[in-house]
Structure formats: structure tokens, C-alpha cells
């Protein structure tokens, strides 16, 4: 039976004991009487070392077929490694050649590759160190979600990706549609669904539907944007996790999104450090010193109000000006998670015309239960707010929005039959992936990333 490298590294298999792993090739070095073979096989940063020794008799045969990228089984007994960058390795018995990779044609030699150029390879770069780091970071990030919501008692709830509402309001939705693509003059009453369909923005007003009914609820799914941001911190096809908790006000909102961020760093200090690590050396340096600052320390409350009175003052040239009222651009939003306050920050009470008409009114008639949480680096990473649960008043801010009421009539209706205060926010698990390992392009924290122009693999 095979054995992962992980379980061989961290369970601290018996010496003498004899194994099967199985990986793909990174390095072979020829030292004539014997050939060193370091081979990973995705369960953990680090390469096991086997040790090939002349005497086999396939040895002649196989050695020139061991190269960089093939992938094989090997087994024998593990034995301590003389050597100071690894403390066991494998003497192999015998070796199993599954499939040998040319040379000459393989694209991941040893030399470091462009980010840039990795993307046009994604078939291949899951088998780079980064790469695979950012896919563990990932799978216990969203095992960690899963962990931090199932243990305060949110319920998961899958929340349709085809929708025919416009949940963020703003009107950048792919289309779905079976309509011939060419016809000119398209009757969308003729299409599948009987009206016009859309891949979805956002599962919070489904979100808000179970909520008022079983309470605390979250989701986790794919979120789709059409706006054609061609920055490092926007995907057009990107993963959402969306708290809703009835019998909630703006104050138990922040409390969740804060405590379920901290959770996550910890998480990952607690389970991926070999990971972590690695990016602290080659990404970031002092990674892993910031992130504990993160789990740590209390994060900064600020109100918009106040934020743009520290924007105005500060000692540095923006390329969007600022005045109250104006939405904020990712280089404020660093400012001052990065440079202002040190430490992520979260931002309240918005201008309703600058935020989606869900948001609740406050009593100033000017801004909105909103908050958002700014960290340093990314800027924006979790949006939400206290939802308009006052039918009347939500009617109104639909109307001055230029919506239409009937496209939300189910929506109205919760606040007709028994509404009640309710609160939410959406993390987009992409930029948390950016935040944690330190990494510099979203579109290299997702292993096929979807952007203007791009949908190769
Ligand atoms: O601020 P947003 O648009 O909020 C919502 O969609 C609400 N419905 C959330 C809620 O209250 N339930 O998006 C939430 C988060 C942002 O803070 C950001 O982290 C991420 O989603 N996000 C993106 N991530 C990658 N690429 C994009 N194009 C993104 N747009 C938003
Ligand atoms: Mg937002």
C-alpha cells in the first residue's frame, strides 16, 4: 500500500520500516555508484529522497528514464539520511516507471518561473512548490470556514448559481441563456427559463430567505462578476462565503467577521506552518510574524465619516480625490489598513448612494449599517451590512435606486410575514487565500483563474 510523504515527515514512520511512495520527479543527481531521486507527491511542501543505488539490477535500465517531471513508485525501507537537509530517506529495492516525461519538452525545469508564465500552463503548475502551497493553504481554509460556522451553529445552506435576480443591484451579470446567439431581436419569454437568466453575483437575498427561518445560515459557492476589472485583486469568476444571522444588528456582524477572519489565520498557523513558512521565505518576508499580529490583536473601528477626514489629511497624493460621499478606491483603502492604522480596520456607516439598497437606513437619512473590513495589502476583503428589514423603507430605496419592485416582490414579502433585524457580510475566499499566504496576484490563488480574455483551462 502506498504511503503519503506527509504521513512519512510529520507521523515519524519507524526507521527500518519498509514503504511504497509514490510522486513525480523533481530533482535526479548521478553520482555514478548510486543516483539521488527527490520525488513530491502534493501531500506536503517538502521532497522525499531516495537513494538508487548501481547495484540494482534495473538500474542501467531505468536511471536514464528518471527524469525531471516522470512520475514513479518506489519501494524499500526507510533509513536515516546522512544528509543535513532531510532526516530519512528511502533505499530503493525496486521502482515502478509510471509514466517518463521528456526532457527536453517538459516546461517546469529547475530554474524559477514568472508567475505570468505559470498561468499559461495551469495544467502544469499545481506541480510547483508555490503552487502547491497556495492549494493546501486553500483546501484548510475552506475546511476551516466549514469548522468556524459548524461550530457556532450556522447552518450551510447551497444557494442557486443560475438566478434570474440581480442581487448586488449592479447589473454586471453573465447572461444564461439557449437563444441562438446571433438572432437579432432576442424574446427572452422564448428562452429556458422564460425570462432572462444570470450566473448569480451574490446568495444573499436567498441567503436572507433561509435565514428568516432557521436563523443562523451560511454559503460557500462560486460567485460570478462581469465587470471588466482587470486588476490583482478582482476574478470574474471567484468563491463567496456569506454568513446571515437573523436577530442581528450591525455590532453582532462585525463580531462574527472578525472572530471568523482570526480563526482562519490561526488555523493556518496551527495547520499549514510548513506552507506558511515557504511563504514567508520566497513571498512574503515576516509573513508569518504579521499574521500572528493579525489573530492577536483587536482590529480597528472607524466610520467613513472619520476615514475620509484621514484620508483629507493625509500626507500623501491620491490618484482619486477624495470628498465625503465618494466610493473608495483601493489605494484608500490601503492607506489605511497599511499605512494609517497597521492592522486591518473596519469601516462603518457608509453613504446609502454608494452601497447596494439592501443595506439598512440609518437615522441620519444620509448613511447605511454597513461595514467592510480593509486589511493591509488587499484592501477590501469582507463587504456586509444590517439588511432593510422595514418594508415601507426598503420600497422606497428600491424605487430611488431605479429598480423595479416586482423583480423583488419575494423579497419585499419576508418583510411583509414576519420580519425581522437580520445581518450578513460576504468574504470573497480568494482575497482571504491573498492575506494569508502573502501572495501578490489573485489570479494565482485559484488554481484556474477566470479574468478578461481567459478561460483556457
Ligand atoms: O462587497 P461585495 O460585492 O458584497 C456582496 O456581494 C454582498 N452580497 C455580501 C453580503 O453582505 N452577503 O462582495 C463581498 C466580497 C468583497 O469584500 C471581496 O472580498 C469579494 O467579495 N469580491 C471579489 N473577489 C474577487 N473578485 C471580484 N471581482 C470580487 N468582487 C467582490
Ligand atoms: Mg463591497
Redesign the pocket.
Known sequence: MRTKIKDILHAKKIVGQTVTVSGWVRTVRDQKSFAFIEINDGSTLANLQIVFDSSLPSYAELLPQITTGASLSVTGPLVESPGKNQALEIKAQSIHIHGPCSAERYPLQKKRHSFEFLRTIAHLRPRTNTQGAVLRVRNALSFATHLFFQQRGFIYVQTPIITGSD??G?GQMFRVTTLDPMAANKDYSKDFFGKPAFLT?????E?EIVACALSDIY?FGP?F?A?N?NTS????E?W?I???MAFADLPADMECAESYLKFCVKYALEHCFDDLEFFDKFIENGLVQRLQHVADSPFVHLTYTKAIEILLKAPKQFEFPVEWGCDLQSEHERFLAEEHCKKPVILTDYPAQIK?F?MRANTDGKTVAAM??LVPK?G??????QREERLDVLEKKIAAMGLKKEDYWWYLELREFGSVPHA?????????VLFITGMEN?RDVIPFPRFPGSAEF
Request: proline letters at 2%; hydrophobic letters at 40%.
Open positions: 442581487a448586488e449592479g453575483v451574490s446568495g444573499q437575498l441567503g454559503t460567485t462578476r465587470e476589472s485583486r478582482h476574478l470574474a471567484f463567496m456569506e454568513p446571515e447596494a439592501y467592510d473590513i488587499i477590501e476583503i469582507i463587504g456586509g451590512s450578513g457580510f460576504g468574504l470573497g475566499f480568494e482575497r482571504l489573485i
